[in-house]
Structure formats: structure tokens, C-alpha cells
């Protein structure tokens, strides 16, 4: 299995975002990943997977939780340690779909 650190070094650099705002089907934002230690690789995963599938759905969501590895299994025995694996989880079992906003730094 791929580590997610090496699955990290695949997906495109996030120098120069600031940061992710996922939106509910009303456009309210419902969660917010920032450019920042502790929260970078994630960034790097949700603005990949906004990237490849224009939305964060059950496709989008199932090759996430593939790409945090060895993180998955640690969230699925852990809920609420990994607030970001967890939502993919939810969407992945039938939660609504996330839109996705990209913010660049200035």
C-alpha cells in the first residue's frame, strides 16, 4: 500500500493556495481547509479531487479516502480524529454532495 506521504508527493503543489471552502447545495459554507501545518495535506487533497471531478460526490470522495491511505483506516476506527477522511466517509455512504471554492494567495 502507498503511503500517504508518498501520495502526497504525486498530487499538485498548494504553494499557492490559501486555501478550500466546500459549500452545501444552498452555497453555505460547511467547511474550510487552509493552507497550513496540519491542514496542507488535506488542501492538497480536496483541491485535487475539486480538480478531477468538480465536486466533492461519492466518486470524488471514494478516491479520496484511496489517496489518504493508511489515514482511512485510522478515521474509520477513530471517528472525529480526521474531520476531513470523516466527511468523505459520509459522502462515500450518502451524504449530500460538497461544491468546492479554490482560493489563490495574494
Not at 493552507?35 to 471531478?53: D, F, I, M, T
Amino acid at each position: 500500500m502507498t503511503s500517504f506521504a508518498e501520495v502526497l508527493k504525486t498530487l499538485p503543489s498548494v504553494a499557492t493556495i490559501e486555501r478550500v471552502e466546500l459549500m452545501d447545495a444552498s452555497g453555505s459554507v460547511v467547511a474550510q481547509i487552509e493552507n497550513k501545518p496540519g491542514q496542507a495535506g488535506s488542501l492538497a487533497v480536496y483541491h485535487h479531487l475539486l480538480r478531477e471531478h468538480g465536486r466533492i460526490d461519492a466518486a470524488a470522495a471514494n478516491a479520496g479516502l484511496h489517496l489518504y491511505a493508511e489515514h482511512t483506516d485510522d478515521a474509520r476506527r477513530s471517528p472525529g480524529k480526521h474531520p476531513n477522511i470523516d466527511r468523505l466517509l459520509a459522502i462515500a455512504a450518502g451524504a449530500a454532495a460538497l461544491s468546492g471554492q479554490v482560493t489563490p494567495k495574494v
